[in-house]
T-cell receptor
Framework: EDQVTQSPEALRLQEGESSSLNCSYT??????LFWYRQDPGKGPEFLFT???AGEEKEKERLKATLTKKESFLHITAPKPEDSATYLC????????????FGAGTRLAVHP | GAVVSQHPSWVICKSGTSVKIECRSL??????MFWYRQFPKQSLMLMAT?????????EQGVEKDKFLINHASLTLSTLTVTSAHPEDSSFYIC????????????FGPGTRLTVT
């Protein structure tokens, strides 16, 4: 069964304290891994898509990387406004266009 | 670009009534739209996939007669919760995929449904 697991469940950082969020996956065939940010009471906001191992993408303080088994979302020198839930999702072979979501990591950045 | 809207943003209805939620892609055409449900502090649960001009495909355990989905055009999909009950209270979110080559889904802001 295709599965996506995110860790940690929650993370508390001080402003400027860099860290990484993990998304591990067990799927029949990966056809894309997606990172989203979700603020409370709002819909997810698209961040990145990664398709193949070794691929990296960056946006401001965020950098996403992909291996054959997992993806990392690195947050460099975070600010309080980076506080949100970060969701990882995969599109799989045979899953057509459906995304399978992980449970998310709730990030809190304190000044 | 890639903006998806939902209406209403929140709704309160009485038990036994029906509620319609609209999902629109504002600046792109969406052959496929998705409907999700999210409970507090939980991740998104896919309810159904709708393709323009055809019947929706529902996930296992989702009652298709209770959650009616219509995708009448490339920019509009609707979810109607029929005979709503308090257990249907939730955050409903739609997403849309551009007809282009990318597979990203762009999400609407969500609709908070409360059934009293």
């Amino acid at each position: 069964e295709d599965q996506v697991t995110q860790s940690p469940e929650a993370l508390r950082l001080q402003e400027g304290e860099s860290s990484s969020l993990n998304c591990s996956y067990t799927v029949s065939g990966l056809r894309g891994l997606f990172w989203y940010r979700q603020d409370p009471g709002k819909g997810p906001e698209f961040l990145f898509t990664l398709y193949s191992a070794g691929e990296e993408k960056e946006k401001e303080r965020l950098k996403a990387t992909l291996t054959k088994k997992e993806s990392f979302l690195h947050i460099t020198a975070p600010k309080p406004e980076d506080s949100a839930t970060y969701l990882c999702a995969v599109r799989t072979l045979g899953g057509y266009n459906k995304l399978i979501f992980g449970a998310g990591t709730r990030l809190a950045v304190h000044p | 670009g890639a903006v998806v809207s939902q209406h209403p943003s929140w709704v309160i209805c009485k038990s036994g009534t029906s509620v319609k939620i609209e999902c629109r892609s504002l600046d792109f055409q969406a052959t496929t739209m998705f409907w999700y449900r999210q409970f507090p502090k939980q991740s998104l649960m896919l309810m159904a996939t709708s393709n323009e001009g055809s019947k929706a495909t529902y996930e296992q355990g989702v009652e298709k007669d209770k959650f009616l989905i219509n995708h009448a055009s490339l920019t509009l999909s609707t979810l109607t919760v029929t005979s709503a009950h308090p257990e249907d209270s939730s955050f409903y979110i739609c997403s849309a995929r551009d007809v282009g080559l990318s597979y990203e889904q762009y999400f609407g802001p969500g609709t908070r449904l409360t059934v009293t």
